[in-house]
């Protein structure tokens, strides 16, 4: 089993304030892993050092057995940033040229999209039954259509790794359904890789596998049996709390 | 006498072509400003070029020499300042700005006043520009169509989602500096146009205007080009037609272009 993200003893401080310390884990092909944990806990801070984004103070991060400076193989990593932290409603973007953005890390200097590409673009559009909206502005589409748009982006490239950080918030209980039966299923048949963000407990049990609670520090990191089953996490939680993230785990 | 007539004048001819390479340049790089809401940029690097302007009037060098490479130094000193010092975008640029504008006084006093007219550049003068100065605005068009051919989708990931652009292999630090570098360069020039004070209206009111209405970012950039030379042509002839300072007619056409794309989008 092929290792893609292995973080080792990973700090990172903010104005001196610890936000992480000591975060270990790794993430291997076909995992699917619920990143999971309480609101300033740390979860988008790990995955932005993982992407480095953010600088980390301590520690260190593999990407698909590179040292992450060394990492250039941005294609093999499809990233669904927070929702909130994208869209400029000025920005005069069709959902086609926003798409083909994430044809990029395969190009090399001078950067074209070709035709090929285009289809390819074309392609991944339909499979997500969102090709009425190609020529539509990204401003102009509602939440859910922006957030089918932004995973075809990260589904273009191809990627080993699919990393999902709140996708759901936008989504309304239909989307958000159809929407996570269609990551299960990269999952399940293509092998994809995916690192899901949420807060929300009680929701990660029916899709990941694995679960990473990340409060500033790992809580724990593991599979969800084991998870359930642990009378450490039982006292940590409360059995309330245990019953409530195991509860609809298939 | 009838705007044909004028077309025979070479000074005349040199501000139709100067006019438009540089309102071309500006308004292509002003299309990326305004999204990244850096468009004041444009407003800081004309008075650090009043400054350097002043610095080349002193040393008697030909100005845009000087005015040139202390102007990126002064974009640079902006992005760093941002990165490094606990300073926003909008704060870094109001010091570099008043850094400019202070040096630039500071020479003129100690000078004790130059042959030229330094506060000519306030307002510029684009009915005076040099034969080098055409040649200057072609030459920093064609670099700009060539950033754009070679960077063009680096520039529009930088733009529409900075962060994300790095998760895509994009060095967004090297794209940020080219960004400012070249708009110091085509700030300079354009300050000769429409000068000091209004120099920024070239960068942001083309942007401004096509954003109201466009429906993609390839037509963004190639209205903003045709709004902005179009201003500069009918602002030079109302110039000329009714005796008004070319500087100004060509600001005050670029903004009715934006009140027709306001009423525009209203509209529509």
Sequence with gaps: MSVLVEAE????????????????????????????????????TLIKTILGLVPSHGGSVNLFGEIRKRFREWQKIGYLPQKSS?????????????????????????KKITKNDAAYVHAVMERLGISELRSR????????????????RALVSNPELLILDEPSTALDPDSRESFFRLIKELNKSSGVAVILITHDLGYVGRYAYKLLYVDKRVVYFGSFSDFCKSKEMSSYFTDFGQ???CHQHD | MEILDFLRYSFIQKAFIAGSFTAAACSVLGVFLVLRKMSLIGDGLSHVSFGALALGLFFGVYPFYIAAPVAVLGAYAILKITEKAKVYGDAAIGIVSAAGIAGGVILASISGGFNVDIFSYLFGNILSVSSAEVWLSVAISFVILLMLYFFYWDLFSAAFDGEYAATLGVKTNFVNTLLVCLTAVTVVLAVKTVGVMLVSALLILPAVTVLQ?????????????????????LGIVFALLFNLPAGA????????????????????
């Design chain 1, 9 to 44: 003893k990973l700090c990172v401080r903010y104005d001196g304030t610890e936000a992480l310390k000591d975060i270990s884990f790794r993430v291997e092909n076909s995992d699917f892993i619920g990143l999971v944990g309480p609101n300033g806990g740390g979860k988008t």
């Design chain 1, 86 to 110: 994208v869209v400029n409603p000025l920005f005069p973007a069709t959902a086609e040229e926003v798409i083909s953005l994430g044809v990029l890390p395969r190009k090399i200097f001078p």
């Design chain 1, 137 to 152: 502005m990204i401003s102009e589409l509602s939440g859910g259509e922006q957030q089918k748009v932004f995973l075809a």
């Design chain 1, 243 to 245: 019953h409530i993230i």
């Design chain 2, 213 to 233: 209405a466009v429906k993609s970012f390839k037509a963004a950039l190639l209205s903003a080009v045709i709004v902005s030379v179009t201003s500069v042509i």
């Design chain 2, 249 to 268: 007619a060509i600001v005050m056409v670029n903004l009715l272009f934006f009140a027709i794309a306001v009423l525009y989008r209203r509209v529509v």
